[in-house]
């Protein structure tokens, strides 16, 4: 048996905006490609794909697409009630409960976060965002120490035990769990290896930002994203070019509060409590799962630049920074994000 692990979305995708340069100013794709797009997740999605063997329509594939992001969502949403994490989340503690199996995947998949990150990606955060007035219920103004206190003994994914055998799960403690951070990411895999299942090779699967993609463009070349500044002053975008890859965003720049002149971030530091302290901006994350770019990226987020860089030269996963300065905002990446940095001609 293993342990398992917790965090919440909020990451503010305005933070970093992955522009689908393929579609902006484009003539419509050809007639071979299929261009998909709807509600899920609370959020939108946009897929672009090849029409494998000419089989399918628009609608027909679209109608097909709804219907398993509805089953995603009956598994991993925590907004409906009946959903199977809903009622994972209503279990007593101490007791073993049979998941499914993509539920108990995304579960092995965010614990291996936690212990790489060291707990800055935790999937039962949701006590301490809600403390900050980042939840639902929002407001502001910094909690007692005694508040902050009795939320953190709510929080840990160390008390969540996994039985890797019968994909079974025990909570140590009344936790509840939150996918957000984890679950679009998921979720575009899941969409991506159907859709290589239908027998497509060459798609982009969008879902609330994060991203993946396949295949050739509809021009024919590699698929090209943008990574805007935020600095909405200046007006500077750094292509990328992908290749068969998974692309996620966090960022924190827009969603705070102030007192006393102190600025209180919306992403929280699990392991204390407290909102982040360092200067970075927004982080792009490459990795062949979705999923787990998405993980990294709000661990990431946590952790802050100079913790990102040597993270992820470790783990050689490929980064991308920005990070505010006094002078405005400035950008560092990982020696293995450099071969995806479209050079200027």
Not at 4 to 21: S, T, Y
Not at 83 to 88: A, D, G
Not at 106 to 129: K, Q, R
Not at 286 to 303: H, K, N, Q, R
Request: proline fraction near 5%; hydrophobic fraction near 40%; glycine fraction near 8%.
């Amino acid at each position: 048996m293993t342990s398992v692990g917790k965090f919440i979305q909020h990451n503010i995708k305005a933070a970093l905006v992955l522009l689908l340069l393929f579609l902006s100013g484009c003539s419509p794709a050809p007639q071979e490609f299929l261009r998909l797009s709807g509600m899920t997740m609370g959020t939108t999605y946009h897929i672009t794909v090849r029409n494998p063997a000419g089989e399918w329509t628009e609608q027909s594939l679209k109608e097909a697409l709804d219907k398993r992001l509805a089953a995603f969502n009956q598994i991993a949403s925590t907004y409906i009630s009946n959903s199977e994490l809903s009622q994972l989340n209503t279990m007593p503690a101490g007791e073993w409960r049979q998941l499914t199996p993509m539920l108990f995947d995304i579960l092995v998949m965010a614990v291996e976060v936690s212990w790489l990150s060291n707990g800055a990606f935790d999937v039962t955060v949701g006590p301490l965002v809600d403390l900050w007035g980042f939840g639902p219920e929002k407001h502001e103004g910094k909690p007692s120490e005694e508040a902050l206190n009795k939320a953190l003994e709510e929080v840990g994914f160390d008390r969540i035990e996994l039985d890797m055998a019968d994909h079974k799960i025990k909570k140590g403690a009344p936790l509840r769990i939150d996918l957000s951070a984890i679950a679009k990411g998921y979720g575009v895999d899941a969409v991506a290896l159907w859709l290589e299942s239908l027998g497509s090779t060459d798609y982009l699967v969008e879902i609330g930002g994060e991203m993946r993609v396949a295949g050739l463009s509809p021009r024919g070349d590699q698929w090209r994203i943008g990574v805007e500044s935020p600095d909405l002053e200046v007006d500077k975008t750094t292509p990328i070019l992908l290749g068969n890859i998974g692309v996620a965003t966090s960022g924190d720049y827009r969603n705070y509060f102030e007192e006393n002149g102190v600025r209180y971030s919306h992403t929280i530091d699990p392991r204390t409590g407290r909102p982040i302290t360092h200067n970075l901006a927004s982080v792009t994350v490459l990795d062949p799962s979705c999923a787990f770019a998405d993980a990294m990226a709000t661990a990431f987020s946590v952790l802050g630049g100079d913790k990102t860089i040597e993270l992820a030269e470790q783990l050689d996963i490929p980064v991308y920074l920005i990070e505010k300065t006094e002078s405005g905002f400035s950008s560092r990446y990982s020696s293995s994000f450099a071969p995806y940095l479209e050079q200027e001609k």
